[in-house]
């Protein structure tokens, strides 16, 4: 089913915008539109904007807050737990200012989410119970997190037995 561009755009926000706002941002969906296909119409009932991106549209954690639930506005839905979501932060302090720099972080087996922030209507900051709270997680980036879970985390198993570490805290077995 197509959405009228508007209600889609109110679907995908997660605080209203003014009304003035609004507009702005249906003009720069518009031009970002015609730069990036100038064959494709700018009709803006046709457009679904941000190039027909999925948006999530609803983000839930679970009672025990061990698991993030992201469902987008094509259906997809990742359950992504806590403990995944704080190892692949997209913050600085976990992958660096370059490749070279990225940490591999361990023991996070028990760690919760506490509370997610809104950042305008583009991205979420989780605050986790380990007080990291640094990543700012793009809809885009969670959606990866969600598609590439079962790839990404082999890796990051894979890291943690090449350099000895545990998903466990310290002290605490496997």
Known sequence: MTLSWLKRLG??????????????MKEADAMNQAVSDPDQTTDQSAMTGRNARPWPTELRVSKDRRTLTVTYDDGAQYA????????????????GHSPAQRKTVPGKVNVAIMEIEPLGN??????????????IYGWDYLRDLGENRETRWQAYLDELAAKGL?????????
Do not use: C, N, W
């Open 11 to 24: 679907a995908r926000m997660v605080a209203p915008a003014p009304p003035e706002d609004i507009s702005r």
């Open 80 to 95: 992504l737990a806590a403990e995944y979501l704080r190892v692949s932060s997209p913050s600085a302090e976990v992958q």
């Open 122 to 135: 583009y991205a979420a900051k989780i605050v986790f119970d380990d007080m990291h709270s640094t990543g």
């Open 166 to 174: 545990s998903r466990e805290a310290p002290g605490k077995a496997v």
